[in-house]
């Protein structure tokens, strides 16, 4: 029994750092139909926004070397601030690599190499201020909250903790806005047609941008509490996530909510349920559970078929 | 007026001619030394360390004869940027190469630079194998097989109780891979119980479910080979998901950029050094000063900035020595380059050297000799933000 729940315990604290990763993605995806790969960059920025906020400092490597912000915030404040200014990096991105090629017409696929384009920007731009050193948010960040704690026999962060909780959270109220508010309808009605949403005097072009903010916020707070519980190992960190975050995106059904939540649990569960011997091969046994689902069912585990037009 | 007009552009021909010839005259002495380093990646931890050695060599010794201009390229961390990175050294034509910072990147081009005819020679390569690579293939890092074993005995001669050893390594990592073969070995030589072996990768940073795999287990000791990010956040989960038994750690977090990492966790590591910082010799002593300039006055430099050091300064002493075996007047750059390498390869292994490392040969082969190691325990501060290497009797 105790085995079983460290083992549920592991899964689900590690497929809910891949969820919120995914929630980010689908929420662009849902909108333009292209996945935006400099989604990992904005992750990375929101764990260096928030250990800034907190009080850390620029160490020796970057141009902005030693740099250290007059004021000290609390994780709990740093942390929905860190989310915002993601938001504002995302709309910038979304300003900069997708509204031009959207303007002209461009094939969707371009804008996957504009995204990379401004994601590899970012990373180098990271490195360039504050060096490839790693950063870490100091371990007592959470106040006196224990390290870990005990549930049923079995040990788990409570940092991993506090992750599952904020992806739950997030989830709900991002169903709850998306199925019950005018401005979630409205992003639906976009979703499924923009040009005819348009006709109907919804503006298409201002909920790609709340798309576009939303999915910066939640990369900024899944990098910032990421970054609380593992560390910021340089300005690369957010590379190993966003693959395992298209993954589970591709897993759930490209676009839908629930099935980016449902697809990162799956996946951490598959990951938790690797035999110790062959820890090492986690991924695989990760790739390859998702390759055996898509030959089964190619429009991912919550994704629907669409009709094609003839 | 003509004639004066005629005079000033004579006169500035011949100033021009002049600073011409004394530039060209200044490069000709002047040889260049190629460095490919991780700067960036999941082992520019490392790097950067080695950077700062050879920065610190470079000011040491830009006044003395022959200068040396150094030529660093960023490898980053894996063999494809290795390669990159090499591939421009050697069309750079230096008279030698110093890195690359990972083994696992030396064995993809260090027998490039081999075949190019230039003597390579690891400053942080510490796996079985390196020096074999190639004729012109050497290193100043110690072998994991002198190196890993001594942190085992130690944890053992502090804790005699010890039975059941758990270890974790990156099993993507070649100098990881090897170093825990050496360190299983050496458990296994010791009569001690192997109760879990965990395989991870140097990208990852989440390790809640190797660690409650081998919790289970209830090592009284862990052995860990890993590089910089993944082996601090190794130690760091392990002791917040509850384990309080010794750690010892590889080479690879042998640097205080773990601090940041691990922080107050990393407390209590044993580590083994091939830098010992209290060494007393002329070259730790102009090593310390150095690196004390702008940093406080009890800083230590990391191991691997004192092996970057140690590196330059051993080509150096060694390029020196070959000059001085040339007929007078002779410059050490009017030998064709091929040749030079060659002279400096061979004077390079027949040296005896004084390093901060302590004396230092090398084998017909390429590999190091050294004498002096110690070990290491981590002593954090009470911040848990800065501590210190506390070299262990």
């Known amino acids: ?310 | 007026m003509d004639l004066l007009r005629r005079v000033q552009k004579a006169l500035a021909l011949v100033g021009l001619g002049a600073a011409l010839a004394s530039c060209s005259s200044n490069r000709s002495d002047q040889l260049r030394l190629g460095a490919g380093i991780a700067l960036t990646g999941n082992a520019g931890l490392l790097g950067q360390d080695a950077r700062t050695g050879l920065d610190l060599a470079k000011l040491q010794f830009a006044q003395l004869q022959p200068r040396l201009e150094l030529e660093l390229e960023d490898t980053g961390s894996d063999e494809v940027g290795a390669t990159v990175a090499f591939r421009r050294l050697i069309n750079a034509k230096p008279v030698a190469i110093l890195g690359p910072s990972l083994s696992q990147q030396g064995f993809a081009v260090m027998p490039m630079a081999d075949r190019a005819g230039i003597p390579v020679i690891g400053v942080s390569t510490t796996a079985p194998g390196i020096p074999q690579l190639g004729p012109f293939v050497a290193r100043v890092a110690s072998p994991v097989t002198v190196v890993a074993p001594r942190s085992l005995a130690k944890a053992l001669q502090l804790n005699p109780g010890i039975r059941r050893v758990a270890v974790f390594f990156a099993q993507d990592d070649v100098f990881c891979t090897s170093e825990t073969q050496i360190f299983q070995q050496a458990i296994r030589a010791k009569g001690l119980d192997l109760v879990a072996v965990q395989r991870t990768s140097v990208a990852d940073t989440d390790f809640q479910i190797p660690i409650t795999n081998v919790l289970r287990s209830r090592p009284q000791l862990v052995v860990i080979s890993a590089l910089v990010a993944d082996g601090g956040n190794l130690v760091r989960q392990l002791r917040e998901l509850g384990y309080q038994g010794q750690i010892v750690a590889g080479n690879g977090l042998n640097t205080p950029n773990i601090y940041p990492v691990c922080q107050k966790h990393c407390d209590g590591m044993l580590i083994t050094q091939a830098y010992n910082p209290s060494l007393d010799n002329a070259s730790n002593r102009d090593l310390l000063k150095l690196f004390r300039r702008g940093r406080p006055a009890d800083a230590v430099p990391p191991q691997v900035t004192a092996q970057a050091y140690t590196g330059y300064q051993v080509v150096h002493e060694a390029l020196a020595k070959l000059k001085g075996t040339l007929p007078k007047g002779q410059s050490l750059t009017s030998l064709p380059l091929a040749d030079l390498r060659q002279r400096l390869l061979k004077t390079l292994l027949a040296g005896t050297y004084q390093t901060p490392l302590g004396e230092l040969r090398f084998s017909p082969e390429g590999e190091v000799v050294q004498r002096d190691f110690s070990v290491a325990r981590v002593s954090m501060d009470a911040d848990g933000r800065s501590g210190r290497f506390v070299l262990q009797p």
């Not at chain 1, 250990?51 to 160490?59: E, H, T």
């Not at chain 1, 549930?151 to 409570?158: D, E, K, N, S, Y």
């Not at chain 1, 059904?253 to 598959?270: D, E, K, Q």
């Open chain 1, 1 to 310: 029994m105790q085995d079983l729940v460290q083992l549920l315990l592991n899964g689900l604290s590690t497929g809910a750092v891949y969820a919120l990763f995914a929630l980010g993605y689908t929420l662009v995806f849902s909108v333009l139909g292209v996945i935006n790969f400099a989604h990992g960059a904005v992750f990375t920025l929101g764990a260096y926004f928030t250990y800034f906020l907190i009080g850390g400092g620029a160490g020796a490597n970057g141009l902005l070397a030693g740099l250290q912000l007059p004021f000290a915030l609390p994780f709990w404040l740093a942390l929905p601030l860190a989310g915002l200014m993601a938001a504002a990096v995302a709309l910038v991105i979304e300003r900069i690599a997708f509204r031009p090629l959207r303007a002209q017409g461009a094939d969707p696929l371009l804008a996957l190499i504009t995204s990379l384009g401004a994601g590899v920007v970012l990373v180098n731009l990271i490195q360039l201020l504050v060096g490839a050193e790693s950063y870490a948010i100091p371990t007592g960040s959470l106040g006196n909250l224990p390290a870990a704690i005990q549930l049923l026999g079995a040990q788990v962060r409570t940092v991993q903790l506090l992750l599952l909780a904020v992806a739950a959270g997030l989830v709900v109220v991002l169903s709850i806005w998306i199925d019950g508010s005018r401005s979630g309808k409205a992003l639906r009605a976009v979703s499924e047609d923009p040009i005819t949403a348009q006709l109907l005097g919804i503006p298409s072009g201002r909920m790609i941008q709340i798309a576009f903010g939303l999915s910066g916020f939640l990369a900024g707070i899944a990098g910032g509490l990421v970054g609380l519980s593992v560390s910021i190992a340089g300005p690369y960190f957010g590379i190993g996530y966003g693959l395992k975050g298209l993954g589970v995106l591709v897993l759930g059904g490209l676009g839908s909510v629930p099935g980016a939540v449902l697809g990162g649990l799956i996946i951490g569960l598959a990951e938790a349920c690797v035999p110790a011997d062959l820890s090492g091969y986690r991924d695989v046994v990760a790739y390859g559970f998702l390759f055996v689902m898509l030959l089964v069912r190619p429009q991912g585990l919550l994704g629907k078929v669409l009709p094609t037009k003839v």
